[in-house]
């Protein structure tokens, strides 16, 4: 079978809450039971239905305790019995709560099928908890053609492995490095030899280059 991927989108959400079939809507109404019914019934959670005892856990009506007396499963709505409240006209009408918002404290158990349905899943509960106490047997596996094999088969002597002669190979003589100078210590070496080979040489005297006097002619020219 193909897996099916869950609806992530809101639209899609929505649209499979307020489209589902009755029997998908009896779900959407499971509210949890009181500590008490826990334990009798080995159940955490179960439907609401006309006729249980509620107890309301959240909202504006916190705390307030009573009898189911309607459900609505267009609106997914459970109205209880004594909660109402005043209209303008002076009228009153029941409130409606969401069944997510309620704690059973009694179930009413006049259904034969209700009280199967308690009983199946009491004893699913009660197996599951039994497999879990149990500690895991220890599996012994023995195998028998492993056995057979090795039994058969004839021992076979270990080879001699031959020994490699090593070679001997000839050490070459360490290279000696030869250390690099660094480029600032290299200029001020050939600065130092510059200087110094100026210093041998004779400064040679610069003479000055006289100056040719054009003779004067009796013109004045």
């Given at each position: 079978?193909?897996?099916?991927?869950?609806?992530?989108?809101?639209?899609?959400?929505?649209?499979?809450?307020?489209?589902?079939?009755?029997?998908?809507?009896?779900?959407?109404?499971?509210?949890?039971?009181?500590?008490?019914?826990?334990?009798?019934?080995?159940?955490?959670?179960?439907?609401?239905?006309?006729?249980?005892?509620?107890?309301?856990?959240?909202?504006?009506?916190?705390?307030?305790?009573?009898?189911?007396?309607?459900?609505?499963?267009?609106?997914?709505?459970?109205?209880?019995?004594?909660l109402?409240?005043?209209?303008?006209?002076?009228?009153?009408?029941?409130?409606?709560?969401?069944?997510?918002?309620?704690?059973?404290t009694?179930?009413?158990?006049?259904?034969?099928?209700?009280?199967?349905?308690?009983?199946?899943?009491?004893?699913?509960?009660?197996?599951?908890?039994?497999?879990e106490?149990?500690?895991?047997?220890?599996?012994?596996?023995?195998?028998?053609?492993?056995?057979?094999?090795?039994?058969?088969?004839?021992?076979?002597?270990?080879?001699?492995?031959?020994?490699?002669?090593?070679?001997?190979?000839?050490?070459?003589?360490?290279?000696?490095?030869?250390?690099?100078?660094?480029?600032?210590?290299?200029?001020?070496?050939?600065?130092?030899?510059?200087?110094?080979?100026?210093?041998?040489?004779?400064?040679?005297?610069?003479?000055?280059?006289?100056?040719?006097?054009?003779?004067?002619?009796?013109?004045?020219?």
């Open positions: 079978m193909q897996a099916t991927k869950p609806v992530t989108k809101p639209t899609k959400q929505r649209k499979m809450l307020f489209q589902a079939p009755d029997h998908i809507r009896h779900k959407h109404f499971a509210a949890p039971l009181s500590p008490k019914l826990r334990t009798s019934h080995g159940v955490r959670v179960l439907p609401v239905r006309s006729g249980d005892t509620v107890h309301i856990m959240r909202g504006d009506h916190k705390g307030f305790e009573g009898k189911v007396t309607r459900i609505d499963r267009e609106k997914y709505r459970i109205y209880v019995e004594g109402t409240r005043e209209k303008v006209d002076g009228t009153t009408i029941s409130v409606p709560i969401h069944p997510s918002k309620v704690m059973i009694g179930l009413n158990l006049d259904d034969k099928w209700r009280k199967k349905v308690l009983e199946r899943r009491k004893e699913a509960r009660e197996k599951m908890e039994g497999i106490e149990k500690p895991p047997e220890e599996v012994v596996e023995i195998k028998e053609e492993v056995i057979k094999e090795k039994v058969g088969i004839e021992e076979k002597p270990p080879k001699k492995k031959l020994k490699r002669r090593k070679r001997k190979v000839a050490k070459k003589p360490a290279e000696k490095k030869i250390e690099e100078k660094p480029k600032k210590q290299k200029r001020v070496e050939k600065t130092k030899k510059k200087k110094a080979a100026e210093e041998k040489k004779p400064k040679a005297k610069k003479t000055r280059a006289k100056r040719k006097t054009a003779k004067k002619t009796e013109g004045g020219t």
